[in-house]
């Protein structure tokens, strides 16, 4: 048995893989043109195409808008409440985004409240939102509440 030392140390069998020799005979798979396949400007000595060029073409980022319309910065956030939610409150209770804060269903008024009908209500509501789906509105009415807008 042979004690380890520094001078016969050896690299773990598979850990290190010999680099591959481009251009090296037929035999090898990487000989005659090397991996650079035939004539063109990839296979010249010192070539390099530049990132986005396109043969002389204009590239694509020189033709595309630089600039552009986006309604981001108008657009009106809104905070969905589904009905199923509402049903925490009391028959004939007056449902404002305040007492939905107080309710913890939103963080702040801030942001407008969008009502939607997903689940199904159960008590008879007042409420006050910045919007309604038209759904929403039927099932409100159905239980006998209303929907203002505000």
């Not at 986005?52 to 905070?79: I, V, W």
Request: glycine share 14%.
């Amino acid at each position: 048995m042979t004690t380890t030392s520094l001078e016969n140390l050896s690299p773990a069998n598979g850990s290190h893989k010999s680099r591959k020799r481009i251009g090296r005979g037929i035999g090898s798979g990487t000989g005659k043109t090397a991996g650079k396949g035939h004539k063109g400007q990839k296979a010249r000595k010192g070539s390099n195409v530049a990132l986005g060029f396109e043969g002389g073409q204009t590239p694509l980022y020189r033709r595309l808008p630089k600039f552009g319309f986006s309604n981001a910065r108008f657009a009106t956030p809104f905070k969905t409440i589904n009905l199923s939610q509402l049903n925490s409150f009391s028959d004939g209770e007056t449902v404002t985004p305040e007492t939905l804060v107080k309710h913890g269903l939103i963080k702040n008024t801030k942001i407008s409240v969008k009502v939607l009908a997903n689940g199904k209500l159960e008590r008879k509501l007042n409420i006050e939102a910045g919007k309604f789906s038209k759904t929403a509105i039927k099932a409100i009415e159905s239980m006998g509440g209303t929907a203002k807008e505000i």
